[in-house]
């Protein structure tokens, strides 16, 4: 078992010292620095709007100042990892509000971005088709509708308008329904929401999370270095439920995770540098931070590091 050893622990400091954004600098120093979660919450009021919702460039490959379902998702999620805030909770509620309002009642759901996303600088995939009314995100439901009913579920009493157990029915349904899974980020999605979900309902979300997974898993070790979906992308810690991804295929991928760290330190976004020219160019830096921290917390959560000290 390959642990991560100091090596790139002061190259990776830098990094997170010097060049993140304030968000992701915050987040390491309070994961792995002793920082506190009031950095945090300051550095996501700059991305938060007066309807409540989140924009500004919160999600990285789009650069919309205004609100949108899927930068409201991030933020709330993130939100959601500081405990016992009073800011962090009012903000919280603000968000619930804008999710409420933003409901499209005809998708039973939400739409990841507003038309205007593209009037602002954004990856090809973030873009609106007027044809069709939506980006292609949006051809799978559940992203990021699942994890948006996970936040209304858990902040239910924030919730004045919407029918969450109804909506929650329909989310289990529309899953029940699907044969063929296309998306890894639709099941991150509906993985946030079984972990806020009673027994009973867990027990039915389980099966078809775990038959999506199968069906878009990447298990050979050999692809890892480009997009795809590992193990660990579905089961982030050893307390995560399994749906069926084997603990030899998490030992594999936890060891290439520390070998990639090792070697590189921070680590690059696998689908390269090719997108992010002119205004978008600042994503390519914010995703380094972004997907280094979250390697970080899978190895640490597994006990996968030798000692956490980053001075």
């Not at 830098?14 to 506190?36: H, T």
């Not at 938060?48 to 990285?60: A, P």
């Not at 029940?176 to 867990?202: G, T």
């Not at 997907?291 to 899978?298: A, D, E, S, Y």
């Amino acid at each position: 078992m390959l642990k991560l050893t100091g090596k790139p622990f002061s190259s990776i400091n830098q990094f997170f010292k010097d060049q993140a954004r304030d968000l992701e600098k915050y987040l390491f120093e309070y994961y792995f620095q002793g920082g506190n979660g009031a950095k945090i919450i300051e550095a996501l009021k700059k991305y938060q709007n007066n309807d409540g919702g989140f924009g500004n460039g919160l999600e990285s490959d789009f650069r919309q100042p205004f609100s949108s379902p899927m930068a409201t998702s991030i933020g709330v999620r993130l939100l959601s990892q500081i405990d016992g805030n009073k800011d962090a909770e009012e903000m919280i509620k603000s968000a619930i509000g804008y999710y409420e309002s933003a409901f499209n009642e005809t998708r039973n759901g939400w739409f990841a971005v507003t038309k205007d996303v593209n009037d602002y600088p954004h990856a090809p995939w973030w873009h609106y088709d007027e044809e069709n009314g939506m980006t292609i995100i949006d051809r799978n439901w559940g992203n990021p509708s699942a994890e948006i009913l996970s936040h209304l579920y858990k902040y239910k009493e924030y919730v004045s308008k919407l029918d969450i157990d109804y909506l929650v029915e329909y989310a289990l349904k529309y899953i029940e329904a699907k044969e063929r899974f296309e998306s890894e980020n639709e099941l991150f999605c509906y993985i946030k929401l079984f972990e806020v979900l009673p027994d009973e309902l867990k027990k039915r979300l389980m099966k078809r999370i775990a038959v999506g997974i199968s069906q878009v898993i990447e298990y050979d070790r050999e692809k890892w270095t480009g997009y795809v979906p590992m193990p660990l992308d579905f089961v982030p810690g050893p307390d995560k439920c399994r749906f069926g991804v084997g603990e030899s295929k998490i030992e594999e991928n936890l060891d290439f995770y520390v070998e990639l760290v090792e070697n590189n330190g921070v680590v690059n976004p696998p689908w390269g540098e090719g997108y992010y020219l002119g205004s978008l160019k600042p994503a390519y830096n914010e995703w380094k931070g972004v997907l280094t921290l979250n390697i970080l917390r899978k190895l640490d959560a597994y006990g996968r590091m030798e000692k956490r000290d980053f001075s």
